[in-house]
């Protein structure tokens, strides 16, 4: 009985894979085809909206979890087309916050609708109840991961 539960968590686990590679497949498509961007553009300029005071490069990389070189580089890219700019942190000469600008907020908003639109297409069917119930369960598992996570900090 324990293989059979093994072997089953197993399937499960690569079922959740596949979803998830074929629904971030998509969205870089979508992105690319219809928007002349990248996903990891759109993870940036995402984190930026959710601080708009700015946030510092490390704890950019930090927060999406990618090296500085990574950030930097996109960072750059939008503060070059007007979309986000550099400001320097107050008691630190050495530190530079990125923010969106006025432009980028307003780019980033359209993306942003887009791709909740994408989500909503690619989970049409799904009840309610349906993504509670998943949601719910995947919880346990973000908890756990999280715990280790703690844990190896320490």
Excluded at 58 to 85: C, F, M, P
Excluded at 88 to 96: L, S
């Amino acid at each position: 009985m324990p293989d059979q539960l093994s072997k089953a968590r197993l399937r499960l686990w690569l079922k959740l894979l596949k979803s998830v590679n074929g629904i971030e497949a998509e969205i870089r498509r979508n992105l690319r085809d219809g928007h002349n961007t990248t996903l990891p553009r759109f993870d940036v300029m995402s984190a930026l909206a959710r601080f708009p005071e700015g946030l510092k490069m490390s704890d950019l990389s930090t927060y999406l979890k990618v090296s500085n070189g990574n950030v930097t580089g996109i960072v750059d890219k939008l503060t070059e087309e007007g979309l986000a700019e550099r400001v320097a942190v107050p008691g630190d000469r050495r530190a530079q916050q990125a923010r969106l600008t006025d432009k980028g907020r307003a780019a980033f908003e359209d993306l942003a609708q887009h791709h909740e639109n994408w989500i909503n297409d690619l989970l049409d069917g799904w009840s309610p109840d349906d993504i509670d119930a998943l949601s719910a369960r995947l919880e346990v598992v973000l908890n756990r991961q999280n715990e280790e996570d703690s844990s190896h900090a320490q």
